[in-house]
């Protein structure tokens, strides 16, 4: 686990990395965030082919991820975006300024926010 610069984390966070979670600097996690780079069991698919239970989360420079938020495996965001309040995300956003709620939901670019 790799955490960055002026990182800050409200209370009643879960951070459980497993394999890999960066966090870049200036992040803000608000209270019962979650960051979960595992599904903390396997997974069997019906061709008995086993899934990994871990993939890395990576949260660039300047994010905040506000209050009741899930950041699950395989995730990625972008510097200066926002997660709304009960986000979840679960997969990747290669895009910056954005904030993005519900499950997976762009709800608007080139946002801007400040401590």
Not at 22 to 48: E, F, N, Y
Request: proline share 1%.
């Amino acid at each position: 686990m790799v955490i960055g610069r002026n990182f800050y984390c409200n209370a009643n966070c879960i951070i459980n990395s497993g394999k890999s979670i960066r966090i870049g600097d200036d992040a803000l996690l608000g209270w019962d965030v979650t960051l979960i780079d595992g599904d903390g069991h396997r997974m069997i698919k019906q061709t008995s082919e086993r899934e990994d239970i871990f993939a890395p989360i990576e949260i660039g420079n300047h994010v905040w991820i506000a209050a009741k938020s899930s950041i699950l495996k395989g995730s990625y965001i972008d510097d200066d975006s926002v997660i709304a309040y009960g986000g979840l995300v679960s997969k990747k956003f290669n895009e910056n300024n954005i904030l993005i709620g519900g499950n997976n939901q762009v709800l608007k670019k080139g946002i801007e926010w400040t401590k």
